[in-house]
């Protein structure tokens, strides 16, 4: 009877579903809210390259050419709509060719030991008088040239799961695209002869 007393209380399994969903709730809310954040990030950096490549397109009528801050304030609006807090970083790197970005300007290695130096010759394509890894341009409004558009959008998660797994708080998305504007007018090339240093 004392042995059928004590085994009673055992056998009793009213409050069992509570005690098992307490201990699978944090779990669950976890993996939920990290899908969500996941998911979140996924479409943001989605939507920025999508208005980047709108802007691009637009970068290439001659209106839009000569004036580069309408079109950072088009893909600002853009992507205020999805990340309203996003910081944006906006360049633009002009290149003769497609061919040509992210270059380094020729010079002739009569050392070989690959770098510009000890009075070699390069071409100066960029017009600065001095050798640069990367023949860009500053200028982004030449006809037919090919510009490289890069914007880069810094925006809090939307989801407080960045501190209870350690990741940073800040998320940081890159978008460029390169699209040659419109032939309006005559390309130029002020490409010249240098010595490098």
Do not use: H
């Not at 960029?126 to 050798?131: D, M, R």
């Not at 006809?143 to 939307?158: F, K, N």
């Amino acid at each position: 009877m004392i042995l059928r007393t004590l085994a009673s209380p055992m056998r009793d399994e009213r409050g069992v579903t509570v005690a098992e969903f307490a201990l699978i709730a944090p779990v669950m809310v976890l993996t939920l809210v990290g899908m969500f954040d996941l998911s979140y990030n996924m479409y943001a950096k989605t939507m920025i390259e999508g208005a980047v490549l709108d802007a691009a397109r637009d970068s290439t009528i001659e209106s839009y050419a000569n004036n580069p801050a309408a079109l950072d304030a088009n893909v600002t609006d853009m992507i205020n709509d999805i990340v309203p807090d996003a910081a944006l970083t906006f360049s633009r790197s002009a290149y003769t060719n497609y061919s040509d970005v992210g270059q380094a300007e020729e010079f002739s290695d009569t050392n070989n030991d690959g770098s510009c130096n000890n009075n070699e010759v390069f071409v100066d394509v960029n017009g600065n008088g001095l050798w640069d890894a990367d023949r860009s341009q500053d200028n982004s409004s030449g006809a037919r040239d090919a510009v490289l558009y890069e914007v880069s959008a810094t925006y809090d998660r939307a989801f407080p799961l960045a501190r209870l797994i350690n990741l940073e708080q800040e998320v940081t998305v890159q978008a460029k695209t390169v699209l040659r504007n419109q032939p309006f007018n005559f390309q130029e090339i002020a490409a010249k002869t240098e010595n490098c240093v």
